[in-house]
């Protein structure tokens, strides 16, 4: 496929045929991911592919806590999990409400389920010191999170990257066998599509781009001041 068009048609795809996914293929789609850019060129990522459908179920309950707090703000018109403002929901009540997230068990019962780490003795952390989430860990494992999904486009195939399983990481690191300083950085089920989307809803660059400023002129495309 050409690149743009993988661009434009990977989406987060949760619903999948029953189509199996072959070993080699999942080998030929990490072989292709695995030149994503990282800091230092550490690649401090590790992959663990579920083939195992129990493990896969042990899974379930360490994300429901996580989504039903999740969907427990969405429905008070919040936006869930943010850290900037805070919640007027309960997160302990929300956790025991158990409320149903869509799609759950497909993901969990995906053809194929990627769950990803980083190694965070191995990056860079410059926002460490920050009174704030730290987010520049992701520049050395998302790259490559992104990069399995684009090769599964590429194959035909749909997946979603979800974080689900970061809010309950010392369980689920018990689950697979996980080191304590591996971060749980995204489970990927992975499969083929019952329907590809090919037309992308997403904001038109205009709407967020400036110059020189974050409050600066809107950079627009030259082509249309023809």
Not at 206 to 218: A, C, M, N, V, W
Request: proline share 7%.
């Amino acid at each position: 496929m050409d690149l743009y068009d993988v661009m434009r048609t990977t989406f987060a795809c949760r619903d999948w045929t029953d189509e199996p996914v072959s070993h080699e293929t999942v080998h030929r789609i990490l072989d292709n991911a695995r030149f994503a850019p990282n800091g230092g060129n550490r690649q401090g990522w590790h992959v663990i592919v579920l083939d195992d459908k129990e493990t896969r179920r042990r899974l379930i309950p360490l994300i429901e806590p996580t989504t039903s707090i999740y969907a427990a703000q969405t429905m008070a018109g919040e936006s869930p999990w943010n850290s900037i403002t805070p919640s007027s929901v309960d997160p302990a009540e929300a956790a025991a409400a158990g409320h149903s997230f869509p799609g759950l068990d497909k993901m969990v019962d995906a053809p194929v389920v990627l769950v990803i780490t980083v190694d965070l003795s191995l990056v860079a952390s410059f926002d460490k010191e920050l009174d704030r989430v730290g987010v520049i860990s992701g520049a050395s494992i998302y790259p490559f999170v992104w990069n399995i999904l684009l090769s599964a486009r590429n194959e035909g195939l749909g997946g979603v990257l979800t974080t689900y399983l970061a809010g309950q990481e010392p369980e689920v690191q018990k689950v697979l066998g996980i080191p304590s300083h591996h971060a749980v950085a995204a489970m990927v089920p992975l499969g083929v599509p019952v329907k590809q989307l090919t037309k992308l809803r997403r904001a038109e660059v205009s709407e967020f781009t400036t110059i020189d400023s974050f409050d600066g002129p809107t950079f627009e495309s030259p082509a249309s001041g023809e």
